[in-house]
């Protein structure tokens, strides 16, 4: 059964880069899914934020498109998420997920989340 783990720091200081790692354990992250980056601002609802397809192809939200960067370690089987220039707006729980579509949707699986702050 396929297992999503975030890591990260859970401070971050603004204008810096938010980096967080999703290591799938339980399946390989080569296979037929996309695999995502979701946020949840507190008091706000779930936030697609782009993805990355089995073959490595990377898709974003537009809202977020011009600081937001997914990438994958097959060897380690392992997909990041680097989000620049953060400010106090990008303080949510993040989560990684596998799904059958881009944006996660029915029968997706969720890692538990990691919070994380932006604040000096």
């Known amino acids: 059964q396929v297992q999503l783990q975030e890591s990260g720091p859970g401070l971050v200081k603004p204008s810096q880069t938010l980096s967080l790692t999703c290591t799938v354990s339980?399946?390989?992250?080569?296979?037929?899914?996309?695999w995502s980056w979701i946020r949840q601002p507190p008091g706000k609802g779930l936030e697609w934020m782009g993805a990355?397809?089995?073959?490595?192809?990377?898709y974003y939200s537009p809202s977020l498109k011009s600081r937001t960067s997914i990438s994958r370690d097959t060897s380690k089987n392992q997909f990041t998420l680097q989000l620049s220039s953060v400010t106090p707006e990008d303080t949510a729980v993040y989560y990684c997920?596998?799904?059958?579509?881009?944006?996660?949707?029915?029968?997706?699986?969720r890692g538990q989340g990691t919070q994380v702050t932006v604040s000096s």
């Open positions: 997920a596998r799904g059958r579509t881009r944006v996660p949707g029915t029968g997706a699986v």
């Open positions: 339980g399946g390989s992250i080569t296979t037929n899914y996309y």
């Open positions: 990355i397809g089995y073959a490595g192809s990377t």
